[in-house]
């Protein structure tokens, strides 16, 4: 879960310090205090791009700091332990992670893993198995039909399926593309079968090496300068061992020196290593200067001319010598086309409708795990609805398949029991949620059939869902209560508070039936003063509480009246509808 947050001048906050517990803490505020940079914070933490300036004005450099406590059965990203960010425990139960995101005010971002160097994109690989973020606006996602696919694959867990799913999709659209391209260009493989087997053999005659011309004209050089390069060589082999004063002999002497002064002095023998050193790298250079000193061509430098005239001919016709080796095997593979295409074209056919095949096993394999869980899913949708306030709701997943004539109807095609499908990017499968949320009507999509505060109970629902699959350890909600008030934000508070007993919840809200159901209750207030604004954060108790839920309440004038309420709200036991609802 998270443990703590650290923000240092980021946008509106100057400095703030929270602490969090486990189980439903609520953040409350006045419209516009800041609730929502506390999110983005975290976001910002965890490697998500900023949208503008996140540095507070007026200040040079900022930082976010997030503490996680999490136990170590909690699968987390394998790269990052492999590379040393996050120790490999075996006897602990707990692990702490420590993320942070450093700013400046010329822009430059930098983030840490456990006080390592991280990229922002392992930042955000962490986040996404430590903390699931429902923005404001993410339950009008619903009202989109193609979301409603990912939403229901998040329930049935099959990310590694779907993966392998669709890389046998990219698989099967190169070859269906290489046979449309091949069909596209018979004529004028056929009609250009001479000319084709004319350039192959111009390259065929002279055969290329892959870097021949580049050692052809150092070769030609070396004979060019032979006379220069082999009085270099002589004058160097005379320095070296001529005389009594070659550059060999003086080394000699001044081994002889240091030897004799390491006799005296132990400290001459670190130099009489550094001599040993340098000795060896002489002996290698003059080693090769007199295999060099015996080396003659044995070419003759007319065919090494006449060999290199016919190299850059080709580099000149075809702009340089990697693009000739790449023409040549281009060339290859269209005689070879052309003395037999239809049969390649039969070839790839064949692959096309294998591949196909193979598409459509993957294909089966999702829409069976999808399936196997829309009933569960309608079910705990229902009962999760009736628990926030919606007598009889009726929560139907409808799912459908479009199936083709033949294989010219469309380019991504899976093949299942000799039937043919379109093949989407997910699979074979359109999912659309449909609803009825009274006896008697019928079921209808989202988008005409429920209200904004119907869709954000529909969400936390599928949310609360999707969270048991995952195993994410702490859930963030900002603003789910949109749209809802009074006693079914008060149903709303109560199944945020029963998933708290399990998960760590975090809630952004204004109602004051929600936020007297949490557990713990973070205060955030903005200031102004000297032409400055800042945001403060702080997490309340006892009768600050009553007070920012009778605010709630009442808005800035409190009365005693909503004083006497916010009291009754956080005495009250009526939680869950009085009871915990133990199918939930």
Known sequence: MLSSLSIRNFILIESADLEFEPGFTVITGETGAGKSIIIDALLCALGERSQGDIIKKGADKGFVEAIFKVGTSLLLPAEL????????????????????????????NRSFINDSPATASMARSLGEVLIDFHGQHDHQSLLKVESHL???????????????????????????????NLLARKDDIIRNKEQIAFALNEIEQIQPRIQELQELETEFSKIKHSVYIQDKIQLIHSIFSDDQSSLMASLGKLRNALTDLASIDPDYNEMLKELASAHASLDEIFRIIQSKQSEESRVD?????????????????????????????????????????????????????????????????????????????????????????????????????????????????????DTYY?????????????????PGEELKPLIKAAS??????????LKSLINQKTGIPSM???????????????????????????????????????????????????????????VHARILSGEERITEIATLLSGEHITQTSLSTAMELLASEDTYQGKKNDTL
Do not use: C
């Open 81 to 108: 332990i492999e590379e040393g960010y996050i120790e490999s425990i075996q006897d602990a139960t707990e692990r702490t992670i420590i993320i942070r995101r450093e700013f400046t005010a010329k822009g430059v």
């Open 150 to 180: 990912s939403l229901l694959d998040d329930v049935a867990d099959i990310e590694h399926e779907k993966n392998v799913y669709i890389q046998q999709r990219v698989s099967a659209k190169t070859i269906y593309d290489n046979y449309i």
């Open 301 to 417: 430098p007319d065919i090494i001319q006449e060999r290199i005239a016919k190299l850059v001919w080709l580099k000149k016709k075809y702009g340089s010598m990697e693009h000739v080796f790449e023409v040549w095997e281009e060339l290859r593979q269209e005689v070879t086309l052309s003395e037999d295409i239809d049969g390649e074209i039969t070839r790839l056919a064949e692959q096309l409708q294998k591949a196909r095949i193979t598409l459509g096993n993957k294909a089966r394999i999702l829409s069976k795990k999808r399936i196997a869980v829309i009933k569960s899913t309608e079910q705990h949708i229902e009962l999760m609805l009736k628990s926030m306030g919606i007598a009889s709701p009726t929560f139907t997943i409808k799912s459908h398949q479009i199936m083709l004539e033949d294989s010219e109807q469309h380019d991504h095609i899976a093949i299942i029991d």
């Open 422 to 438: 379109v093949a989407h990017h997910s699979g074979i499968d359109s999912i659309e949620f449909l609803i009825s949320l009274n």
């Open 452 to 461: 904004g505060g119907e869709i954000s109970r529909i969400m936390l629902s």
């Open 476 to 534: 963030v909600f900002d603003e789910i209560d949109t749209g809802i008030s009074g006693k079914i934000a008060r149903k709303v508070g109560g199944v945020m508070q029963e998933l708290g007993q399990n998960k760590q919840i975090i809630a952004i809200s204004h109602s004051p039936q929600i936020a007297s159901l949490a557990h713990h209750h973070i205060l955030v207030q903005k200031s102004t003063s000297n032409a400055s604004t800042n």
